[in-house]
């Protein structure tokens, strides 16, 4: 059972960053894959971030260039660094992890960007 706890949420003005974090119960580096996700109020759960095991990370095209996931496999930490947020960016958003063909998810935490 992997449990998956993020952190780092807050409300914050446009432009600003906020960087989010999410721990995990079990060694990362034994996860296959770990990303982050977003939903808005109303809108459907999207995709944002995901860090392989190996290979090179990818994100979501609504926010290349603001944001960025990174790893630390001592900490069993993933984080996403968002910069240059902006009010769509406000949203729950969601750690997951791939391991052993089962996708685990956390609870979420809460981001808003004021205009």
């Known amino acids: 059972q992997v449990q998956l706890v993020e952190s780092g949420g807050d409300l914050v003005q446009a432009g600003r960053s906020l960087r989010l974090s999410c721990a995990a119960s079990g060694s990362i580096n034994s996860f296959n894959s770990m990303g982050w996700y977003r939903q808005a109020p109303g809108k459907q759960r999207e995709w944002v971030a995901t860090?392989?095991?190996?290979?090179?990370?990818r994100l979501a095209d609504s926010v290349k260039g603001r944001f960025t996931i990174s790893r630390n496999n001592a900490e069993n930490t993933v984080y996403l660094q968002m910069n240059s947020l902006k009010p769509e960016d406000t949203a729950v958003y969601y750690c997951?992890?791939?391991?052993?063909?089962?996708?685990?998810w956390g609870q979420g935490t809460q981001v808003t960007v004021s205009s």
């Open positions: 860090i392989p095991g190996s290979g090179s990370t």
């Open positions: 997951n992890a791939l391991y052993d063909g089962v996708l685990y």
